[in-house]
């Protein structure tokens, strides 16, 4: 991504339009702090980066790894130097943050000449954005995809057209905000494109508004995703290269560019496919009620190591979690039969997906334990 700002930065959009590549590059735009900016209505995307250099300490929903921090910095850095985006601006920015409500959310809008961009900002650091992305596997709808619904109607409202996409969990809020929104508005829309997003409830699937706007909905996905064949998604799947292994592919400035666009690849990695397979059947096998309790139950264990951010957890993982799992474990052994159970389902979703994993001896054991 970075390599293709410094090589055709400065191609204006009247020699080349707008490609899958400039609307990642927005999608990692809309991590940035712009809440920082009081009044970014009007801003061009040169002028973005030195209007983010305000001064004052990050909250908790800006703190970031610290490879993503440099990534991210390396591209508001190329992003002032490329002419291509000196006539794209800030058309509006949302942002809301509930932690007991468990609401992550953020939206930005861009116009370019004349058209509406709409991006959508993935899961950030919290616990809460992360409780909100599992909430996904049991709620038809969460509190973002209503907000998402609403931004798009608005910002779409006195386009001509509209193109509408996000990375991660703002891929999903992407597609569910096209499916979702007045018939009006589904008519200006371009294309819906998430970037290794989780997909929509089967419900959206099957509903008229996703009818209308399913040939223009569009998902990216690198080799070894993960994130990406989660759910139902869009016919239209597009596999591409990403210079770095596994999981971490995830990050769209992994991603590789050939020319003005990304690189292809063949296929995904046999890994990455048998593991989304497996993730798949084990939420297929889960009864709804069961999702929710496992979640919950997760999310309850790690809120009471004192944790607030992923970076929190991380560092104190052993330290906190395991002792607060021991104690949970004799206090509300209902929960942690749930839990156990999960891993149970988990473990024999893998092993008839990839059919080496164990022995027909301890599969039969796992069947006959679930059928408890």
């Given at each position: 991504?970075?390599?293709?700002?410094?090589?055709?930065?400065?191609?204006?959009?009247?020699?080349?339009?707008?490609?899958?590549?400039?609307?990642?590059?927005?999608?990692?735009?809309?991590?940035?702090?712009?809440?920082?900016?009081?009044?970014?209505?009007?801003?061009?995307?040169?002028?973005?980066?030195?209007?983010?250099?305000?001064?004052?300490?990050?909250?908790?929903?800006?703190?970031?790894?610290?490879?993503?921090?440099?990534?991210?910095?390396?591209?508001?850095?190329?992003?002032?130097?490329?002419?291509?985006?000196?006539?794209?601006?800030?058309?509006?920015?949302?942002?809301?943050?509930?932690?007991?409500?468990?609401?992550?959310?953020?939206?930005?809008?861009?116009?370019?000449?004349?058209?509406?961009?709409?991006?959508?900002r993935g899961t950030d650091n919290t616990l809460a954005g992360w409780k909100e992305d599992f909430n996904l596997a049991y709620m038809e709808r969460i509190p973002a995809q209503e907000m998402a619904v609403s931004f798009l109607e608005e910002m779409l409202a006195d386009a001509k057209e509209g193109r509408v996409c996000g990375h991660s969990k703002g891929?999903?809020?992407?597609?569910?905000?096209?499916?979702?929104?007045?018939?009006?508005?589904?008519?200006?829309?371009?294309?819906?494109?998430?970037?290794?997003?989780?997909?929509?409830?089967?419900?959206?699937?099957?509903?008229?508004?996703?009818?209308?706007?399913?040939?223009?909905?569009?998902?990216?996905?690198?080799?070894?995703?993960?994130?990406?064949?989660?759910?139902?998604?869009?016919?239209?799947?597009?596999?591409?290269?990403?210079?770095?292994?596994?999981?971490?592919?995830?990050?769209?400035?992994?991603?590789?560019?050939?020319?003005?666009?990304?690189?292809?690849?063949?296929?995904?990695?046999?890994?990455?496919?048998?593991?989304?397979?497996?993730?798949?059947?084990?939420?297929?096998?889960?009864?709804?009620?069961?999702?929710?309790?496992?979640?919950?139950?997760?999310?309850?264990?790690?809120?009471?190591?004192g944790a607030e951010t992923v970076n929190d957890l991380v560092r104190g993982w052993l330290k906190n979690t395991v002792p607060v799992m021991r104690q949970r474990y004799h206090s509300d052994p209902e929960?942690?039969?749930?839990?156990?159970?999960?891993?149970?389902?988990?473990?024999?979703?893998?092993?008839?997906?990839?059919?080496?994993?164990?022995?027909?001896?301890?599969?039969?054991?796992?069947?006959?334990?679930?059928?408890?």
């Amino acid at each position: 991504m970075l390599e293709y700002l410094n090589r055709y930065g400065n191609v204006p959009f009247s020699q080349a339009p707008m490609n899958d590549v400039d609307l990642a590059i927005f999608a990692e735009l809309v991590y940035c702090p712009l809440e920082r900016i009081a009044r970014p209505q009007g801003l061009s995307l040169n002028a973005l980066p030195a209007a983010l250099e305000q001064p004052g300490e990050p909250d908790v929903t800006q703190v970031r790894f610290q490879y993503q921090m440099r990534d991210q910095q390396r591209l508001r850095q190329a992003l002032a130097q490329a002419r291509r985006y000196e006539n794209v601006r800030v058309k509006a920015f949302r942002r809301t943050f509930d932690d007991p409500g468990q609401i992550q959310f953020a939206a930005l809008a861009l116009e370019v000449e004349g058209a509406a961009v709409v991006i959508y900002r993935g899961t950030d650091n919290t616990l809460a954005g992360w409780k909100e992305d599992f909430n996904l596997a049991y709620m038809e709808r969460i509190p973002a995809q209503e907000m998402a619904v609403s931004f798009l109607e608005e910002m779409l409202a006195d386009a001509k057209e509209g193109r509408v996409c996000g990375h991660s969990k703002g891929g999903n809020l992407a597609l569910y905000a096209a499916a979702r929104c007045r018939e009006d508005i589904q008519a200006k829309i371009q294309c819906a494109l998430s970037l290794d997003g989780p997909g929509l409830h089967e419900n959206v699937i099957a509903s008229p508004g996703y009818g209308r706007v399913a040939d223009r909905m569009r998902l990216i996905i690198p080799r070894a995703s993960l994130v990406g064949l989660l759910f139902e998604q869009p016919e239209k799947v597009r596999i591409v290269e990403s210079a770095v292994l596994g999981l971490h592919q995830h990050d769209p400035m992994t991603w590789k560019t050939v020319g003005m666009d990304f690189q292809n690849a063949a296929d995904q990695t046999r890994t990455g496919k048998l593991l989304g397979q497996a993730v798949r059947r084990l939420i297929d096998r889960m009864p709804v009620e069961m999702r929710e309790d496992f979640v919950e139950a997760i999310y309850e264990i790690v809120r009471s190591t004192g944790a607030e951010t992923v970076n929190d957890l991380v560092r104190g993982w052993l330290k906190n979690t395991v002792p607060v799992m021991r104690q949970r474990y004799h206090s509300d052994p209902e929960k942690y039969e749930v839990i156990q159970k999960t891993a149970l389902l988990f473990w024999l979703s893998a092993a008839e997906t990839f059919g080496d994993v164990l022995p027909d001896r301890l599969l039969q054991q796992l069947r006959d334990r679930l059928s408890k």
